[in-house]
C-alpha cells in the first residue's frame, strides 16, 4: 500500500445530464446459463419399524336375534247370532203352524151355508138370488135386499153410456164376537165376461157402504154402488169372510 496522503481536492458537482435527463439505468444482463446440476444425494438412515398400539376392544355381549311375537289365537266367536236365529226360525216355524190351523178353521167355517127356508147345507160356490138370506159359517148372515140402477144426481154421475148399479144389502154378525166389515174387500162385482169392476165412490145422500165394526149378535145394512155399462144386464156379486177362506158366497143379479 501506498502511503500517500488522501487527496484534498475540493469536492466538484458531477456534470449534468444530456439533455436535462435522468441518467441511464444500467442494463440487466442476463446471466450466463449454467447448466443445472442435481442435488446431491441425501441419505436417510433407515427408521425402525414400530408396531401401531394393541389397542382392547371389550367383547360385546351376545345379542339373540329379534324373534317376531307368535300370531294371536283367533278370537271365540260369540253364539248370541246363533241363538237369534234360532229364535226367529222357531218364531217363523209357530207363526205358519199357526196360519195353516186358522185356514183349516176358516175352511170349516165357510164349507157350508144355509138357507133359512130348508135348512140344508149346501156347497159354498152355490148361487143364490136377491132376497135369501145366506149363513156364511159361524160369523154372518148375509141378505141382499134389493138390486136397482141410477143415474146419480148432481154431483155425482156416471159417464155416458154407463149406469149406477146400487145392491142394498144386510149384513147380521151372528158369532159372539165382534167382526169388522170391509165393502172394498170383502165383496165383487163381475159381468158374464168376467170383467171385474171397482166399487165406486159417490156423494149420493141415500149411500152408505155396509164398513166398520159390527157387535156380537147386530145387524149392518149398507149400499154397494158400481159403475157398469147399460148393455151389460148380468151380473155375480161375490162375498169372502176373509182373507184366510177359501169359499165364497155368490149372488146372481140381473138387471
Given at each position: 500500500?501506498?502511503?500517500q496522503?488522501?487527496?484534498?481536492?475540493?469536492?466538484?458537482?458531477?456534470?449534468?445530464?444530456q439533455?436535462?435527463?435522468?441518467?441511464p439505468?444500467p442494463?440487466w444482463?442476463?446471466p450466463?446459463?449454467?447448466?443445472s446440476?442435481q442435488?446431491?444425494?441425501t441419505y436417510?438412515?433407515?427408521?425402525?419399524?414400530?408396531?401401531?398400539?394393541?389397542?382392547?376392544?371389550p367383547?360385546?355381549p351376545?345379542?339373540?336375534?329379534?324373534?317376531?311375537?307368535?300370531?294371536q289365537?283367533?278370537?271365540?266367536?260369540?253364539?248370541l247370532w246363533?241363538?237369534i236365529v234360532?229364535?226367529v226360525?222357531?218364531?217363523?216355524?209357530?207363526?205358519?203352524?199357526?196360519v195353516?190351523?186358522?185356514?183349516g178353521?176358516a175352511?170349516?167355517?165357510?164349507?157350508?151355508?144355509?138357507?133359512?127356508?130348508?135348512n140344508?147345507?149346501?156347497?159354498?160356490?152355490?148361487?143364490?138370488?136377491?132376497g135369501?138370506i145366506?149363513?156364511?159359517g159361524?160369523?154372518w148372515?148375509?141378505?141382499?135386499?134389493?138390486v136397482?140402477?141410477?143415474?146419480?144426481?148432481?154431483?155425482?154421475?156416471?159417464?155416458?153410456g154407463n149406469t149406477?148399479?146400487?145392491?142394498?144389502?144386510t149384513?147380521?154378525?151372528?158369532?159372539s164376537?165382534?167382526?169388522?166389515?170391509?165393502s172394498?174387500i170383502?165383496?165383487?162385482l163381475?159381468d158374464?165376461?168376467g170383467?171385474?169392476?171397482t166399487e165406486t165412490?159417490?156423494?149420493?145422500?141415500d149411500?152408505?157402504?155396509?164398513?166398520?165394526?159390527?157387535?156380537?149378535?147386530?145387524p149392518?145394512?149398507?149400499?154397494?154402488?158400481?159403475?157398469?155399462p147399460?148393455?151389460?144386464?148380468?151380473?155375480?156379486?161375490?162375498?169372502?169372510?176373509?182373507f184366510?177362506?177359501s169359499?165364497?158366497?155368490?149372488?146372481?143379479i140381473?138387471?
Amino acid at each position: 500500500m501506498s502511503n500517500q496522503p488522501p487527496n484534498n481536492e475540493p469536492w466538484q458537482s458531477p456534470p449534468p445530464y444530456q439533455n436535462g435527463g435522468l441518467p441511464p439505468s444500467p442494463q440487466w444482463q442476463q446471466p450466463p446459463y449454467q447448466q443445472s446440476q442435481q442435488p446431491p444425494n441425501t441419505y436417510y438412515p433407515e427408521q425402525p419399524y414400530q408396531q401401531p398400539p394393541n389397542t382392547y376392544y371389550p367383547q360385546q355381549p351376545y345379542q339373540q336375534p329379534y324373534q317376531p311375537m307368535p300370531p294371536q289365537p283367533p278370537k271365540k266367536k260369540s253364539r248370541l247370532w246363533l241363538w237369534i236365529v234360532l229364535a226367529v226360525v222357531a218364531v217363523l216355524l209357530f207363526g205358519c203352524i199357526g196360519v195353516f190351523a186358522l185356514i183349516g178353521n176358516a175352511a170349516k167355517n165357510t164349507s157350508t151355508i144355509t138357507i133359512p127356508s130348508g135348512n140344508t147345507p149346501v156347497p159354498s160356490t152355490q148361487h143364490f138370488t136377491v132376497g135369501q138370506i145366506v149363513k156364511i159359517g159361524d160369523t154372518w148372515d148375509v141378505t141382499l135386499n134389493s138390486v136397482k140402477t141410477s143415474r146419480g144426481d148432481q154431483y155425482s154421475a156416471p159417464k155416458s153410456g154407463n149406469t149406477y148399479l146400487i145392491i142394498d144389502l144386510t149384513m147380521k154378525n151372528i158369532s159372539s164376537q165382534e167382526q169388522n166389515v170391509s165393502s172394498l174387500i170383502s165383496f165383487d162385482l163381475k159381468d158374464s165376461s168376467g170383467q171385474k169392476y171397482t166399487e165406486t165412490i159417490t156423494t149420493m145422500s141415500d149411500i152408505h157402504p155396509p164398513d166398520g165394526k159390527v157387535e156380537a149378535g147386530a145387524p149392518l145394512r149398507g149400499q154397494l154402488v158400481y159403475e157398469v155399462p147399460t148393455s151389460i144386464k148380468d151380473y155375480t156379486l161375490s162375498f169372502q169372510a176373509d182373507f184366510t177362506s177359501s169359499g165364497q158366497t155368490i149372488w146372481d143379479i140381473h138387471i
